[in-house]
């Protein structure tokens, strides 16, 4: 048996915080940086995003039209309003659409 060659990796920089990190990614590849070919899959207890309950006061004709529009698409109103606040926040995060002040 052979040995696979060895590919001399770049070292990775030190990140100050997380958005540096961030924007390194975004601009590099990760195969200069890691052997992909001797990766390891993690097995993963079951993890879910913690949630946190909240109140919120909606004027009830917004109500009933959200819970028209989940009616249309069978799923629950709680559902489809997270996934509306979900795809508006990542939106913003984009930059590509701004909210009217």
Do not use: C
Request: charged share 35%; net charge positive.
């Amino acid at each position: 048996m052979s040995k696979a060659k060895r590919v001399a990796r770049k070292p990775l920089p030190r990140f100050a915080n997380e958005d540096q990190e961030r924007r390194f990614w975004a601009k590099h590849d990760t195969a200069d940086y890691f052997d992909w070919s001797r990766a390891v899959r993690p097995t993963l207890p079951d993890l879910r995003p913690s949630t946190a309950a909240i109140s919120i006061r909606l004027p009830v004709p917004l109500l009933e039209e959200l819970k028209a529009l989940a009616n249309e698409r069978d799923v629950p109103y709680q559902s489809l309003m997270k996934v509306f606040l979900a795809e508006q926040v990542a939106r913003q995060r984009r930059g590509k659409r701004k909210l009217p002040a």
